[in-house]
């Protein structure tokens, strides 16, 4: 067995324990090594940590740096040797590594990218496959018809699609993109600050499990369906984490950058059995919140039974 199998055996094994649920599947271990996967490239909100001009506590003295990537997550199948990415982040050249490094055979660039908006920590990545650095031929690109857009009329995006660099490929809300026989990937709309495309959430089937995956939105309130049923009807949700309570910004309006707290979402599932707690996986972390680097504040989560999304982390589909 190569060190790399070793280790994935490994990391699968705590895979499958941190996402035991209700629903847990019974495959066993060699059912998991052949299913797909989602593997988590980043968890951290668009800026990034250290995050520009900070010198606080949160970004002064970080001692993972390498594990704080942008919020971002990878669909890996080995049976056919393809991975897809969800959101192009500023990471995005180390992120399709991590990516492409979990396959023994494949592309160098992923068989697609999901976008759900059109903020900086979630396409700007699409720069790596233009000329100046892969000049990659035909990457499918999946974007809402806004997204879309915006992408072919403006530059430098426009030029992605001019030399055929990517393929925009358009998405329709609630409707299914099958990426294998047992893969498939449907966007659903959400609120947010829409200044330059709509955003989407992605709900992520495979073959056995299934995966919210929401890295930005309003106040659940202002969402037309509701967190908790949404969460009930899969086995993991890595959802908006940007924020984790009111005055995490001193001198910043926070209503002008809505999100969910995450001592809101906690409330809303507060009456909930540990087993819907423990399918929810906090993403999008702004450097701020405490989860990221206040030792007591990750550990009282999780006794709470909530979890936090790992960098690296895998959870079979
Ligand atoms: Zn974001
Ligand atoms: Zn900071
Ligand atoms: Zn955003």
């Known amino acids: 067995m190569s060190n ?19 629903r847990g599947s019974n495959n ?3 059912d998991v090594q ?10 951290i909100q668009d800026a990034g940590s250290p ?17 704080r990537k942008v919020s971002s997550l990878a669909i890996v199948d080995p049976q056919s040797n393809h991975y897809w990415i969800l959101d192009a982040t500023p990471d995005f050249p180390a992120q399709n590594r991590m990516a492409r490094n979990e396959l ?33 031929q035909n990457v499918p690109v999946y974007a809402m018809p806004r997204m879309d857009s915006f992408l072919r009329s403006n530059g430098p995006w426009s030029q992605l699609v001019d030399l055929n660099n990517i393929e925009l490929k358009r998405l329709k809300a609630d409707s299914a993109v099958q990426l294998t026989p047992d893969i498939r990937v449907t966007p659903f709309l959400v609120p947010h600050r829409d200044e330059y495309s709509e955003t989407v959430g992605f709900r992520i089937e495979g073959p056995n499990k299934s995966a919210l995956f929401i890295p930005d939105i309003n106040k659940w309130t202002s969402w037309e369906r509701s967190i908790n049923d949404e969460v009930h009807q899969v086995d993991l949700a890595f959802i908006d984490a940007t924020f984790y309570s009111e005055g995490e ?34 993403i999008h972390l702004n450097h701020s919140n405490p989860l990221l ?7 009282e989560l999780k006794q709470a039974g909530y979890r936090m999304a790992k960098s690296g982390g895998r959870y079979p589909l």
């Open 249 to 282: 910004l001193p001198g910043r309006s926070m209503s002008e950058i809505p999100h969910p707290f995450v001592v809101e979402t906690r409330q809303l599932f507060e009456h909930e059995p540990d087993s819907i707690k423990n399918r929810i996986q906090f």
């Open 34 to 43: 052949d299913a797909p996967y989602i593997l988590v490239l980043g968890t």
């Open 4 to 22: 790399r199998s070793i280790i994935y055996s490994l990391i699968c094994c705590f895979g499958l324990v941190a996402c035991s649920t209700e």
């Open 51 to 67: 995050h520009i001009g900070c010198d606080k506590i949160c970004c002064s003295d970080i001692p993972d740096k390498a594990c």
């Open 293 to 299: 680097y206040n030792d007591s504040v990750q550990n």
């Open 104 to 136: 023994s055979e494949g592309g160098l660039v992923p068989t697609g990218i999901f976008l759900t908006h059109a903020h900086i920590g979630h396409y700007t990545g699409l720069m790596y496959l233009g000329r100046e650095a892969k000049g990659s």
């Open 28 to 30: 066993s271990r060699s």
